[in-house]
Every structure is written in structure tokens, then in C-alpha cells.
């Protein structure tokens, strides 16, 4: 069963930084790739990086204008956001979520983070607050 925890929301200040966790479990973390999503009350849920699977490529939707970093650490089965210059409307709750990946079958390289319907696993979410 694919298992997924995000971790590292909070609230911070407008300019500030975070970094999310997702760790994964119960399943061969190779074969996914993983993706970072987010939803702020009152919009649809919106993809924001994905990486591909055994860390092949990271893209990113195209309206975060590089603030937002996404790695993977294989060893700990861990993928990482790492979000800069934080603005008040980066407020929202932020997912992680997993899709098997497998010839031709490539989601996150042919997809992108934007085709949410995509990603079949995710995790509870973790809610980032940013003040100004």
C-alpha cells in the first residue's frame, strides 16, 4: 500500500523559506515518480514540481519563477519542496503524491505537474500559512 506523510508546514513571514517532506513507504519508490501539489480554500488543487521516477528529470509549473526546489533523497525514500521568497498567496495546504511510472508510461516528464488527475496516491497534506 502506497503511504505517503508530508511534513515541514508552518506558518512564516512573506520572503521567508520552508522546506516540505514527503516520506514514502510501502511500495518499490523507484518505479514512482512523485509530485508536490497544493490547494488553497475555495480553488482546485494545483500541481506545483514533480520529479520522475529513480530521479529521472524535475519539472515545474511554470508559475512558480524557480522559487521552488524539488529533490529527492533515495536513501531515505524522501522527496523534499524547498520554497523561497514565500508569498502570502503561496498560503495553502500542500500535497505529495505518487504515480507508478513504467514504459511509455512516463507522467511526470510527459505530463508535468499540471495534469493533477494523474497522480493516484496521496499523501494527508500540510498546511503552510504565510503572513505579510
Known amino acids: 500500500e502506497v503511504q505517503l506523510v508530508e511534513s515541514g508546514g508552518g506558518l512564516v513571514q512573506a520572503g521567508g523559506s520552508l522546506r516540505l517532506s514527503c516520506a514514502a513507504s510501502?511500495?518499490?519508490?523507484?518505479?514512482?515518480?512523485i509530485g508536490w501539489f497544493r490547494q488553497a480554500p475555495g480553488k482546485e488543487r494545483e500541481g506545483l514540481s514533480c520529479i520522475g521516477r529513480n530521479d529521472d528529470g524535475t519539472y515545474y509549473a511554470d508559475s512558480l519563477k524557480g522559487r521552488f526546489t524539488i529533490s529527492m533523497a533515495n536513501a531515505k525514500k524522501t522527496v523534499y519542496l524547498q520554497m523561497n521568497s514565500l508569498k502570502p498567496e503561496d498560503t495553502a495546504v500542500y500535497y505529495c503524491a505518487a504515480v507508478r511510472e513504467s514504459y511509455p508510461y512516463y507522467y511526470c516528464s510527459g505530463y508535468g505537474p499540471e495534469r493533477v488527475s494523474t497522480w493516484g496516491s496521496w499523501g494527508q497534506g500540510t498546511q503552510v500559512t504565510v503572513s505579510s
Open positions: 510501502g511500495f518499490t519508490f523507484d518505479d514512482y515518480a
